[in-house]
């Protein structure tokens, strides 16, 4: 069974930093890109970040461009975005998700998601 | 970026009710959208990915279809479960962008 469970939310002071984690399983893990998408309270569903199954490429949105950083250990099965100078705006759920690449081009779904962790920033 | 506009924002239907969602992308995205499902408190499901292939284990009253701009999901027959949020998504280009939702409501 395909499980994602994130790690490392919490409250956050403006300015400050937080890690946050997925830990995955019952899947290779290393043949997957994985992503992050938050959701603000009350709000819809913004993508945040991208990294390909080797590590090789990274995206970013651009509302946290530069001080967001997505990362990878495929030997401890974990995705990482650490999350610097946060603002209040960055309060939100957090999700990881496992990417799908279909096969033919520009085609890419995300088929399991994590439960989410909240990131609260405030002083 | 690509932004998706769904409509509507809101929706009340009955039990046994077909009911239709609309996305449209301010560009071409071929087949490029997918469709996920959210309940209060939950984290998205994934219903329907490139426009119209149904998800593993998704129930065959959901539906998608179209292409180029426009874009919907159907559902044939309301059951209680499906009272949710639902999102469209584009995966054609980087940023992905998600639409506003729609709400689905119990008339």
């Known amino acids: 069974e395909v499980q994602l469970v994130e790690s490392g939310g919490g409250l956050g002071q403006p300015g400050g930093s937080l890690r946050l984690s997925c830990a995955a399983s019952g899947f290779t893990f290393s043949s997957y890109s994985m992503n992050w998408v938050r959701q603000a309270p009350g709000k819809g569903l913004e993508w945040v970040s991208y990294?390909?199954?080797?590590?090789?490429?990274?995206y970013y949105a651009d509302s946290v461009k530069g001080r967001f950083t997505i990362s990878r250990d495929n030997a401890k099965n974990s995705l990482y975005l650490q999350v610097n100078s946060l603002r209040d705006e960055d309060t939100a759920v957090y999700y990881c998700e496992r990417v799908v690449h279909c096969s033919s081009t520009s085609c890419s779904f995300f088929d399991y998601w994590g439960q989410g962790i909240l990131v609260t920033v405030s002083s | 970026d690509i932004q998706m506009t769904q409509s509507p924002s809101s929706l009340s239907a009955s039990v046994g009710d077909r009911v239709t969602i609309t996305c449209r992308a301010s560009q071409s995205i071929s087949s490029s959208i997918n469709w996920y499902q959210q309940k209060p408190g939950k984290a998205p499901n994934l219903l329907i990915y490139?426009?119209?292939s149904l998800q593993s284990g998704v129930p065959s009253r959901f539906s998608g279809s179209g292409s180029g701009t426009d874009f919907t999901l159907t559902i044939s027959s309301l059951q209680l479960e499906d009272f949710a949020t639902y999102y469209c998504?584009?995966?054609?280009?980087?940023?992905?962008?998600f639409g506003q939702g729609t709400k689905l409501e119990i008339k």
């Open positions: 990294i390909s199954s080797s590590s090789t490429t990274t």
């Open positions: 998504q584009q995966s054609y280009s980087i940023p992905y962008t």
């Open positions: 490139a426009t119209s």
